[in-house]
């Protein structure tokens, strides 16, 4: 049984659509709110333009634990 791919060319080319689409959104956000969260860091830290050590604070131990999350939930995969 041979299948004829040209039937599914058209949904191909949508469906990389979609992921291009999908891809170039959330690289935009995402690089947008790095450097904003960078920012709010940079300037907030001790010594900085702006000092305010309570926000820094707060902001930089979000950012330490959302740093965590990739190589906690790699090492819980390989552990079986």
């Known amino acids: 049984m041979t299948r004829d791919w040209k039937q599914y060319i058209s949904d191909f080319w949508v469906a990389l659509g979609q992921t291009v689409y999908m891809a170039t959104l959330s690289g935009v956000l995402v690089i947008s709110l790095g450097i904003a969260i960078g920012l709010l860091l940079y300037l907030s830290a001790p010594g900085s333009w702006r000092p305010r050590p309570v926000l820094y604070q707060v902001v930089n131990s979000i950012v ?14 390989s552990v079986p």
């Open 64 to 77: 330490n634990v959302g740093r965590s999350i990739p190589l906690s939930s790699s090492v819980r995969r």
